[in-house]
């Protein structure tokens, strides 16, 4: 096994050609100051350490990557640009996939409606009023062919944000690429299947913990033996934060999370080196920039000295911490909205500054609605600006040495390990989980804040400081009730079509598979395959697995 090998300033590595919209390659980019300065591709202790001062070598692109995954960041490859997307019907969805390549988004992500985050058909009474409100409306395989007619799946990198029914939406895209007859050994992209989080903040879970692990394991497994590019777990720490955990809180639950996962697969007798590779990470990109910046690095170093000393991994690749970041939602306000490009641009910059992989940036009106095309596109010529403008990617961990930065990244792998410490002592995660302990701690870092800011010891520009009186209301958009009607039609079209035998017989085998050992996804693509809904299959496995109520802590 070999490491990567140190960037040096005379060995500068060209950057991949990047396209515009109409993709024709940008000329390589200059690595300059606006002013003409050239700009080495590495900055260490020896740019600035005096002739007789010992030196600091570490570097980006070797263990433990506190400074960055790969040697050369951005120089040598731009982060993918990521826009969330969906809204209404497959069909419209489609449409705004479409309109964010135009305007030169480097991948796809997928935002579902509230029913399908639950598992419930778009005619279910429960999901009367949300049908495609807050993302996108999926019901049977046919709706996951039309959210992705027309885009090549060996080329695009997609990302789904959805867990509780992850393993079906899974199984519903493979069998997609399968009718299209795209190979599954070539997709590249993400499904979050983070079941755990939601049990700590989110709260959009249906069976109880440990069978919503299993599923999530099943998906792991699965992909590492038959879909290799793919990520099948995006390991979250955003909601977590959006519902009022502190940085450390977010940093440490995630990567507690992340190493149950691990525990789990290792269980059923899979080698570490053999999926940990593909794991990824979803962090939030908060207001506090230097926080936010050593938060990511100290993820990094955790990550790594755990998957090497704890579990053992000797490929690189598993000690690799790899993160899509999202700018922080909870910190958009209805008020003075334009503020909140402002807010998204910084958050940005903090999570570029920190090292991602992948970014989205926030629209200026999610407060308000789903984002305007108007409002969304801004949002991604925030980062082309941050891209090809401001000089961020000219060198790799350009905060790298900075004593404020390092002494925050230490602090927070301190409090991160006394967390670690904390969950043990409880249980585990599975029983800190069902005592309510991740709730409790998000609860009172919540009203600890709300109480500065109440008192207006933190002030919120355009809420509680420099309020505006009079306001211009925004243009917002609206999604017409006729999606709910245009959906439940295509559902009942799908089921008039579809045979009830082979949905029935393909539904016996999820609960039979459940009630066993037996990895869950290939029974659940036959199901998807014959036109099973993500309601049906979803009522099977909870047949076998029951429905969970969460305590009140």
């Known amino acids: 096994m070999s490491q990567s090998q140190p960037l040096t300033a005379d060995q500068p590595r060209p950057p991949r050609a990047k396209a515009d919209p109409a993709g ?16 080495k591709p590495l900055y260490s202790a020896a740019d600035s350490a005096g002739p007789h001062e010992e030196v600091d070598d570490e570097r980006p692109g070797q263990y433990p990557f506190k400074r960055g995954v790969h040697a050369t960041m951005y120089r040598g490859r731009l982060w993918t640009m990521r826009q969330f997307a969906g809204f209404g019907t497959p069909r419209q969805t489609n449409e705004r996939f479409k309109f964010l390549i135009e305007k030169g988004q480097t991948g796809l992500s997928t935002a579902f409606d509230l029913p399908t985050l ?58 997609a690429a399968e009718e299209r ?41 699965f992909c590492a033996r038959n879909v290799p590019r793919w990520n099948p777990v995006s390991i979250s720490g955003y909601h977590i934060r959006e519902a009022g955990s502190t940085a450390a809180q977010e940093l440490a639950f995630t990567l507690a999370d992340g190493f149950h996962y691990v525990d789990q697969c ?29 938060k990511y690095r100290a993820a990094r170093v955790l990550w790594a000295e755990t998957l090497r000393n704890r579990y053992g991994a000797r490929n690189e690749a598993s000690w690799k911490l790899r993160c899509h970041a999202q700018t922080a939602g909870c910190s958009l306000h209805d008020k003075q909205p ?18 991602c992989q992948s970014l989205h940036t926030n629209s200026m009106d999610e407060a308000l609605s789903l984002p305007s095309e108007h409002a969304v596109t801004l ?44 969950i043990a ?56 009730i006729q999606v709910e009607k245009e959906q439940i039609a ?54 076998v697995f029951g429905r969970h109520e969460a305590k009140i802590a």
Not at 24 to 39: A, C, D, L, N
Not at 272 to 283: E, N
Not at 388 to 393: I, Q, R, S
Request: glycine share 6%.
């Open 266 to 294: 290792v269980a059923r007798g899979i080698a570490v080196d053999d999926f940990a590779p593909r794991l990824s990470f979803f962090f939030n990109s908060h207001n506090d920039l230097f926080e936010e910046v050593a």
């Open 425 to 480: 002592a409880a249980g585990g995660m599975i029983a800190a989980t069902e005592a309510g302990f991740f709730r409790r701690e998000i609860a009172e870092a919540a009203f600890a804040y709300q109480r500065e800011v109440d008192a207006r010891r933190k002030l919120i520009v355009g809420v509680n400081a420099f309020v505006e009186p009079d306001e211009e209301p925004l243009e917002v958009r609206n999604v017409d």
């Open 338 to 355: 334009e503020l909140n490009l402002i807010r998204v641009a910084y958050q940005a910059l903090a999570a570029v500054l920190g090292g």
């Open 490 to 543: 295509a559902l009942q079209n799908v089921r008039a079509r579809a045979s009830k035998t082979e949905i029935q017989s393909c539904l016996d085998d999820v609960r039979r598979a459940a009630a066993t050992n037996q990895n869950l996804v290939e029974v659940i693509i036959a199901a998807a395959k014959v036109r099973a809904s993500v309601e049906q299959i979803m009522n099977a496995l909870a047949d």
């Open 24 to 39: 024709s390659p940008f000329p390589e980019q200059s690595h300059t100051t606006v002013s003409g300065r050239p700009i």
């Open 181 to 221: 007859g795209f190979d599954w050994r070539k997709l590249s992209g993400t499904i979050q299947n983070d079941i755990l989080k939601e049990f700590h903040a989110q709260n959009e879970f249906v069976f109880p913990p440990e069978p919503s692990v299993r599923l999530a394991c099943d998906v792991i497994e």
């Open 118 to 175: 639950m598992g419930l058909d778009s005619d279910s009474p429960r999901a009367t009023g949300e049908v495609g409100r807050l993302g996108v409306a999926l019901d049977t395989l046919n709706d996951m062919l039309a959210l992705f007619e027309g885009i090549n799946l060996e080329q695009a990198s997609v990302s789904m944000t959805i867990n509780a029914p992850a393993i079906i939406v899974m199984a519903f895209y493979l069998a």
């Open 379 to 422: 949002a991604l010529r925030t980062q082309q600006v941050l891209a090809y403008e401001t000089g961020v990617t000219n060198t790799a961990d350009p905060l790298g040495g900075s004593y404020f930065v390092e002494a925050l990244t230490n602090e927070l792998k301190a409090d991160a390990t006394k967390y670690f410490e904390r």
